[in-house]
């Protein structure tokens, strides 16, 4: 498989890599066009990709956990449970006690393949719906490449908002059996919200990860709108996206971004698990504002529309919403006696806001794949569980003791018993020893059929001289020592094994006793992650899963405390299955940094960011056979090579820096299919951390309860994200992970602060600087209601202090949570991130209007109210409303002599439909501090 990145993007994903992660491959591109391709080597849990997160203070979070689908013949394919994509939320934390999320799934079926299940907070979370007709038109009018097949036509059109027919026979008959699938980022509708700007976000880039391929980040993308088509248009229009160049101009001439991602030379049995990604599952979507590195909000997109089924190529036209969710506690209001005091903690309420719509374009080419380019991995049977040490007459072909030589002859001797042959040999150190030593190379080449020149004694003086340590022993030992360890290679058996993150992987060793005697055998593994099935019910538990058809024996091993591995009693000549499991928990945590990747290097080239995925570590284990004389009888060597995972939920969590991140997780009640009509049948789930400074546990309930997943994440400085990884197992045994949870934890400053609505509050920070001087900027999630000073780029030296002033004044009461990111603007990176934990109180009401305003009054209405100037010497006045968009005042400010009453003149935009609102009407001095607030209740009918 191969991934193709070309276009603009926007912020945030992971690092490391190893030797079959992803390898170059050539890969054709369009003219003018810059190209990244990766080649990715088979996973060994081919599975299904679900994207999830949390945002605000949620309570619950609930997982579903789906039936396991069977168990591919491969035994390194390890089966993982299969989910639709759930909604993704962010989650903050105020670090005051455990918290709880919950969120739902529903089961599916593969065969049936229905539609995937909607966000329980709206209905059209992930869901397509077809744009304008006059959005439309300003689409195609853009100029973005088309998808056209192999042979030049456009690929057939999919409508996203009907259903998809799927048979899963014309995939697998497709004679096209590599897929191009295509992404092609088109535009994004800004939708107006409160505290923001009407023209933001201005700048905004992508992350999101496809099927086992590393995570993409983009470059970051400009919103261009055309004044005079939006103009001519009854609404806003989507704006194009477009590429910054560096020189900070914008590429309209090739718009928007594309990245391609190229499945071929699947591993045999994975084709079906690709094919079961994108029937059942969506791919999501984080959209990044790049200039302040906030998240504007996260969706998904179906990728059932990808489906060939048979043809050459297929696309589909989505526009999706881009949601995020916002917490508010309750209304607190503000009386005399309360001033100077902190309210008790309130409930918080969870609201959905759509910050915009993404207008995305996917497709799938059907190529052709060619049998000879398939690699030597994908069709070689490494699948297989069975190790059997390879047979061959008992002796060892003798040589050199140098390295090069012993490498050289281990692949012939590897499964060859030391015997008469290797007592035989002649002593090289002996007075003829330099002779013999030549006639023994000599001997060599001949029997390796090399075609070198004759061995003289000057070349071969110069290659002792290279070589002293290794063809000239200097004794006894060294000699002895160098002799065991060829001998020890001729006893060992290598097997190649595909390991996933979480995955057991099975299988069986060969051990025959070549000893005319009973031996008591011990066996030792130099890896824990490498341990010998013991238990009957588990190693007939994994016989069945893997169909492993070799006989089954009870009590075959002896344990004793203090001994370095089980025992087992071999008869004489006699062989037996040893079954061993391989399985690891532990992989790479490295996070990539947040922001944009890097810019073009010239006009026109289009580019995305590859983060390496997070795998397991490659490793050679060792797993020693000893006799009763503590003497190797045999000895498999396992080398573990990483395949990447795939994640199905993510979770990222805001709390405050240096302190314990204590959350639960919530799954519901799971429905055992083998536990029909018993309801004392209880499910087996277990979790394990990726992380072992975190510590993740569940705790079995009574049946019918819910169970918890609990957390305890230690805490880091600000701007930190601890990344880690959770596994939920719901059989006994462990075999295979049901979900992979990815959990990021953004750590930040926290900030209390307690003010009223509609008056100016101000609260300082402190900037500390880093290493190098930096050129920073702050930005404010809600840059209406909070401003920063200073509010342009300033310097920062290094270990240097920069006080920040923050001039807040919220307009909604209640608890809120609110962010403050301080950005190198050069670099484009976090430098410092501010968790605002506000509590917002309701001001005291000095007078309360009710004014009624007809329905569909065309130009709306008029009032007038008195304010009488308390002073006794000349004051001006700003007037402000929380609800600027029903609400305009005649004059927002007015100065009146003491003493003196000064007429306020309201106008109220006209309603479309009945009802009544409360509008909180402020009086403010020059430093918004309120004088007065008024309470006016509009009734519309």
């Given amino acids: 498989m191969s991934h193709v990145a070309e276009g603009h993007h926007h912020r945030l994903h992971r690092a490391k890599k190893t030797s079959n992660q992803l390898l170059p491959q050539n890969h054709l591109k369009a003219p003018g066009s810059r190209c990244l391709s990766w080649q990715l080597l088979p996973a060994t849990r081919p599975s299904a990709t679900q994207a999830r997160r949390c945002r605000g203070n949620s309570r619950f979070l609930l997982c579903s956990i789906l039936p396991r689908w069977h168990r591919p013949t491969s035994c390194h394919m390890s089966p993982a449970l299969v989910s639709a994509t759930l909604p993704t939320w962010r989650w903050t934390s105020t670090g005051k006690a455990m918290g709880h999320f919950q969120l739902r799934t529903k089961e599916t079926n593969f065969r049936s393949c229905p539609s995937l299940p909607s966000m329980p907070l709206s209905s059209h979370w992930g869901s397509s719906s077809v744009g304008s007709r006059s959005s439309l038109a300003h689409l195609y009018s853009a100029g973005f490449p088309d998808i ?145 590195l906030l998240l504007i909000g996260s969706t998904a997109v179906e990728l059932k529309y990808m489906l060939r089924q048979g043809k050459s190529a297929v696309q589909a036209l989505h526009e999706v919403e881009v949601l995020t969710t916002d917490y508010l506690g309750d209304d607190t209001l503000l009386t005399s006696t309360d001033v100077g005091l902190r309210p008790a903690r309130t409930p918080m309420s969870v609201h959905t806001i759509i910050r915009g719509r993404l207008h995305i374009r996917t497709g799938n080419i059907g190529c052709p794949v060619d049998p000879s380019s398939r690699r030597a991995t994908d069709v070689m049977a490494s699948h297989l569980n ?267 969590l805001y709390h405050p820096e240096l302190s314990f991140l204590k959350k639960a997780i919530r799954l519901p009640p799971w429905n055992n299919p083998e536990a029909v009509g018993d309801p004392d049948v209880r499910t087996h789930i277990s979790v394990r951390c990726s992380d072992p400074n975190v510590i993740c546990q569940t705790r079995m309930l009574a049946p019918g309860e819910p169970q918890d997943v609990y957390l305890k994440v230690p805490g880091s400085p600000s701007p930190h994200i601890k990344m880690f990884f959770v596994m939920v197992f719901t059989d006994r045994w462990m075999a295979a992970p049901s979900q992979i949870w990815q959990i990021y934890v953004h750590f930040l400053e926290r900030v209390d602060v307690s003010c009223v609505t509609g008056q100016r509050s101000c609260q300082s920070l402190v900037l500390r600087g880093k290493q190098a001087v930096r050129k920073v900027k702050c930005f404010s999630s809600h840059p209406q209601e909070i401003q920063v000073d200073p509010a342009g780029v300033f310097l920062l030296p290094p270990a240097a202090l920069q006080e920040l002033q923050l001039k807040l004044q919220p307009w909604r009461a209640g608890s809120r949570f609110l962010y403050v990111n301080a950005v190198d603007v050069e670099q484009r990176r976090l430098v410092t991130a501010w968790l605002l934990c506000l509590n917002v109180h309701r001001p005291v009401l000095s007078k309360a209007f009710e004014v009624c305003v007809p329905v569909c009054g065309g130009r709306g209405s008029s009032r007038k109210i008195t304010y009488t100037n308390p002073y006794s010497s000349s004051r001006a006045f700003l007037l402000r409303s929380d609800h600027p968009d029903l609400l305009q005042f005649k004059e927002e400010k007015f100065q009146i002599s003491g003493g003196e009453t000064y007429t306020i003149g309201l106008r109220f935009a006209p309603s479309q439909s009945a009802g009544s609102v409360e509008i909180l009407v402020y009086v403010n001095n020059l430093e918004e501090k309120t004088e007065e607030t008024f309470c006016v209740k509009v009734n519309y009918s």
């Fill in 148 to 292: 056209v097949d192999s042979a030049g036509q456009a690929a057939e059109v999919l409508d996203p908002t009907e259903p998809v027919p799927f048979d899963p026979q014309r995939e697998e008959s497709d004679p096209l059996q590599g897929n191009l699938l295509v992404f092609q980022f088109l535009a994004f509708n800004r939708i107006p919200t409160a505290g923001v700007a009407a023209n933001w976000p201005e700048n905004i880039h992508f992350t999101f990860q496809f099927y086992r391929f590393p995570p993409v980040t983009s470059q970051q993308l400009k919103l261009l709108t055309s004044d005079k088509v939006q103009q001519q248009a009854a609404g806003p229009l989507p704006c194009v996206l477009a590429s910054i160049n560096k020189d900070g101009t914008f590429n309209s001439a090739s718009p928007g971004l594309q990245v391609q991602f190229r499945v071929d030379s699947l591993k045999p049995g994975e084709r079906r698990w690709f094919l079961r990604y994108l029937a059942l599952h969506t791919m999501h979507i984080d959209v990044w504002d790049s200039d302040s």
């Fill in 386 to 652: 069975i190790i059997t040490p390879r047979g061959g007459s008992v002796g060892f072909r003798g040589g050199s003791l140098s390295s090069r030589n012993t490498l050289q002859l281990n692949g012939r001797n590897a499964a060859q018993a030391p015997g008469p042959e290797m007592e035989a040999q002649p002593n090289l150190n002996g007075p003829d020893g330099r002779r013999r030593k030549l006639d023994c190379m000599a001997a060599v080449r001949r029997r390796e059929g090399t075609d070198e020149p004759k061995v003289t004694d000057r070349t071969t003086e110069a290659r002792f001289a290279r070589e002293p340590h290794q063809i000239k022993p200097s004794g006894k030992h060294s000699e002895a020592e160098a002799i065991g360890n060829m001998l020890s290679r001729s006893i060992t058996t290598q097997h190649l094994l595909y390991a996933g993150l979480g995955a057991a992987e099975y299988m069986e060793f060969v051990l025959k006793n070549p000893f005319n005697v009973p031996q008591t055998v011990t066996i030792h593994s130099d890896d824990p992650e490498l341990s010998v099935i013991t238990t009957t019910e588990e190693w007939a538990y994994f016989k069945a899963l893997t169909e492993t058809p070799t006989p089954l024996e009870e009590n075959m091993f002896h344990l004793e405390e203090g001994a370095p591995g089980p025992k087992v009693y071999l008869r004489p000549r006699e062989s037996i299955h040893i079954p061993l499991k391989y399985q690891s928990f532990l992989c790479d945590h490295t996070v990539a940094l947040q922001g944009p990747s890097f810019q073009p290097t010239h006009k026109g080239s289009q580019v995305a960011k590859r983060n390496l995925s997070n795998i397991v570590a490659a490793k050679t284990i060792k797993v020693t056979f000893s006799a009763e004389d503590g003497k190797p009888m045999a000895i498999c060597q396992l080398n573990v090579e990483p395949t990447p995972h795939v994640v199905d939920q993510t979770f990222r």
